[in-house]
């Protein structure tokens, strides 16, 4: 059978297909489209997605619907492309092992405010993913970071109800928490055995950091009930209180001031503000040099409070300094 040369016509739609393929978008380039060997992010349903050898990725805004939950297991690597977003209304988990950590990168999580089963990442790299709620909008129910490497993005985390967890976590960035509750039981928040850079935490909750490594400022604002316990700080430590705030359920105890770092204890009187006290106990006072700074003299200049300016109502008095880090 003689076959017909292609037309001038037929020839320009196959050199087009050609061209057009030659242009797919290089695997693993942040916000471009699908690439061929891609695979969409199964999103609905009780889903367990595993390792395929392939990307899986979130395009543009997404959902997880009320009742679905979506579980990555080990060597699952996921991207988000064209401005990913994923809003989680049921539930989300990764289940990362040792050697075979789930990826994720470029997706911002800020549209989730209200799953009605937990977000949890285990053993996971994150990566250009962020974590900051809109204005005027704030979480509701469970939160979970343990084994994490949060290594890039922005983590601003707004929560009203429920608990945040930072469990054994490394953050590369600076972490900022703030509480807002409506009513009933103030949301808790747990930082332990965790590694971050800068943390500021503000508003009414059960707050914890314990067993943590700071590497640079915490800053404490209107807080309520918090715990700093065996941690080593490198940076300044600040709590603040408005005039009808309370220092009485600050405990800190059995932590590593390193560095020469230092405390500051702020809150202006009001016309009806008592002089309240709050104790350091076993801290050890560290110099630049890796000294201990041991006497009352010495001690005394690593804390500013009402002892330093008499418009602050608060003190600072400490037991037991160490003469070695814990």
Same mark, same amino acid.
């Given at each position: 059978?003689?076959?017909?040369?292609?037309?001038?016509?037929?020839?320009?739609?196959?050199? #087009?297909? +050609?061209? %057009?393929?030659? =242009?797919?978008?290089?695997?693993?380039?942040?916000?471009?489209?699908?690439?061929?060997?891609?695979?969409?992010?199964?999103?609905?349903?009780?889903?367990?997605?595993?390792?395929?050898?392939?990307?899986?990725?979130?395009?543009?805004?997404? #959902?997880?619907?009320?009742?679905?939950?979506?579980?990555?297991?080990?060597?699952?690597?996921?991207?988000?492309?064209?401005?990913? @977003?994923?809003? +989680?209304?049921?539930?989300?988990?990764?289940?990362?092992?040792? *050697?075979?950590?789930? @990826?994720?990168?470029? +997706?911002? /999580? $800020?549209?989730?405010?209200?799953?009605?089963?937990?977000?949890?990442?285990?053993? @996971?790299?994150?990566?250009?993913?962020?974590?900051?709620? =809109?204005?005027?909008?704030?979480?509701?129910? *469970?939160?979970?970071?343990?084994?994490?490497?949060?290594? $890039?993005?922005? /983590? $601003?985390?707004? !929560?009203?109800?429920?608990?945040?967890?930072?469990?054994?976590?490394? /953050?590369?960035?600076?972490? =900022?928490?703030?509480?807002?509750?409506?009513? *009933?039981?103030?949301?808790?928040?747990?930082?332990?055995?965790?590694?971050?850079?800068?943390?500021?935490?503000?508003?009414?909750?059960?707050?914890?950091?314990?067993?943590? #490594?700071?590497?640079? %400022?915490?800053?404490?604002?209107?807080?309520?009930?918090?715990?700093?316990?065996?941690? &080593?700080?490198?940076? &300044?430590? @600040?709590?603040?209180?408005?005039?009808?705030?309370?220092?009485?359920?600050?405990?800190?105890?059995?932590?590593?001031?390193?560095?020469?770092?230092?405390?500051?204890?702020?809150?202006?009187?009001?016309?009806?503000?008592?002089?309240?006290?709050?104790? !350091?106990?076993?801290?050890?006072?560290?110099?630049?040099?890796?000294?201990? &700074?041991?006497?009352?003299?010495? !001690?005394?200049?690593?804390?500013?409070?009402? %002892? &330093?300016?008499?418009?602050?109502?608060?003190?600072?008095?400490?037991?037991?300094?160490?003469?070695?880090?814990?």
């Amino acid at each position: 059978m003689r076959i017909r040369p292609l037309s001038i016509v037929a020839r320009k739609v196959v050199l #087009t297909a +050609v061209v %057009a393929g030659a =242009a797919l978008p290089i695997r693993g380039v942040a916000g471009t489209a699908f690439a061929a060997e891609d695979v969409p992010l199964p999103l609905t349903g009780r889903q367990t997605v595993k390792a395929i050898g392939k990307r899986y990725v979130i395009d543009g805004k997404q #959902t997880i619907p009320a009742g679905s939950v979506i579980r990555l297991e080990a060597n699952v690597h996921v991207a988000g492309i064209n401005g990913a @977003t994923l809003d +989680v209304k049921g539930g989300f988990r990764t289940s990362g092992v040792g *050697g075979s950590r789930v @990826t994720i990168e470029n +997706v911002d /999580f $800020s549209p989730t405010v209200a799953p009605d089963n937990e977000v949890h990442f285990d053993m @996971t790299d994150l990566d250009g993913c962020s974590f900051s709620q =809109a204005e005027g909008a704030s979480f509701s129910g *469970g939160f979970t970071m343990e084994n994490t490497n949060y290594n $890039s993005g922005t /983590f $601003s985390f707004r !929560i009203q109800a429920g608990y945040l967890k930072l469990m054994s976590a490394k /953050f590369n960035g600076a972490c =900022a928490i703030e509480c807002n509750p409506d009513k *009933g039981t103030p949301p808790e928040i747990s930082i332990r055995g965790s590694t971050l850079q800068a943390l500021s935490l503000s508003g009414n909750a059960l707050a914890t950091l314990r067993s943590a #490594t700071l590497k640079g %400022a915490f800053h404490a604002e209107k807080f309520t009930s918090l715990v700093v316990d065996s941690c &080593d700080l490198s940076g &300044d430590l @600040t709590f603040v209180e408005p005039p009808e705030g309370s220092f009485s359920k600050l405990q800190l105890s059995k932590c590593n001031l390193l560095a020469g770092s230092k405390l500051a204890f702020r809150r202006t009187a009001g016309p009806k503000t008592p002089m309240e006290k709050v104790r !350091i106990d076993k801290f050890y006072f560290g110099t630049s040099d890796g000294k201990p &700074d041991m006497t009352d003299k010495q !001690i005394g200049e690593r804390i500013q409070d009402g %002892a &330093d300016d008499p418009e602050v109502s608060v003190k600072a008095f400490w037991q037991n300094p160490q003469e070695r880090p814990r």
